[in-house]
């Protein structure tokens, strides 16, 4: 299944997009004019194919779901932006998928990632990316006001120029890299491993439920871990 418009796309409360084992895109603004915004207000449901997102900015509301199964999912938030970037990914919802591979989930491009849903990556030899460093894949800010996110396998965690707040107590993540421009703050109902934490301009605060297992942490201002 493959939608695609020149201005934006929203599947409405009662509306899903339902693929037997078959890949699904949705892309918004694909007259590349800036004005283009994905909304899933319904369910996106792959069933075991992959699922990629593309909008100049993409919102899911509580009570969307995406859903791949196997599949991979992608999230882009603003691939097709010329100039200064302003769009936000905002996921309120439920973001699912069982795939094993180092794409399992990856959200990037936007000046802003908003989380107060639901994230499950549940295999534990996936990785769940967050930003990434080249051009047209980094995210600005990331906080997490509401919601929780399991992942249990690795998680790739960039903020390209300021901070990373994935602080809910429901949080459980396995082994953690992070990379900001200000401070970053975790929060995981258990045990953490923190592979390498890095801030240009900031401290680092990470609280688990059990132990906390660090390898390397860089940062400018006073770091505090409590189990």
Known sequence: IAVT????????????????AQDISVTADDNRDNAGTVTIQGAVNS??????????GVSEILGGSITSGSGTITIDGNTRTVGARSSTISLGGTVTTTNTTSSALVISDAAALLLSGTITVSSTTSTMTFGGTSAGTTL???????????????????????????????????????IAGASVTLQDSNAITLTTITTTN????????????????????ASNLVE
Do not use: K, M, W, Y
């Open 5 to 20: 418009a020149q201005h934006g796309v929203t599947i409405n409360p009662a509306g899903s997009l339902t693929a037997n």
């Open 47 to 56: 069933q075991n194919g992959t699922i990629t997102i593309i909008g100049e």
């Open 140 to 178: 600005g800010l990331i906080n997490q006001t509401a919601g929780a996110i399991t992942a249990a396998g690795d998680s790739q965690i960039r903020s390209a120029t300021t901070i990373i707040t994935l602080g809910q107590s429901g949080n459980n993540f396995n082994t953690v890299t992070a």
């Open 202 to 221: 900031g401290g680092v605060t990470v609280t688990a439920g059990g132990n906390i297992t660090v390898g390397a942490i860089t940062d400018t201002a």
